[in-house]
């Protein structure tokens, strides 16, 4: 019975059809969130590389660096899954079929980032996190494009 006075309703005063450029209102997109998280990573990716084993047998200053190695590697994981996470939206959610068309390199550039983000999970490599920093941003070059708005590239810090 309910089902049919919503039927009846629905016919009377029907909902109007709306449509949407992506899947929340405009200006919740920024491949500003990746970059931040990027930056994170090579940060870490540094740190990592520039620690240097104390001798075995100081147990404190093992600790220590046990200690150190541990969070670097930790926050590293996890911000360059976040900036895979981000990525991943801006690819599905914000693009759409006319942005591949005005750059149709478009999927190419996000698969190599999003693989990028997971060789800095599981690498310590300066190199892949340069590369990481370089494709996001592309990436940030592109999407304000399509937005109409020429935005500078800043990194944190510079």
Known sequence: MLKSLLNALDSAAPAPVAEAHCDGPCGIYDP?????AAEAVRSMTKKIVALTPP???DGKAMA???NSLTRYVAIKEEEAHKAKEQLLVLWTDFF???HLAAHPNLHDIFWKA?????ACKVEVSPVHADELMEA????HNIFWSVKGRKVDWVLAGG
């Open 32 to 36: 500003a969130s990746a970059r931040i």
């Open 55 to 57: 001798d075995a047998s």
């Open 64 to 66: 220590h660096y046990l």
């Open 96 to 98: 759409k079929p006319q």
């Open 114 to 118: 999003t693989k990028l983000c997971s």
């Open 136 to 139: 996001i941003e592309e990436i």
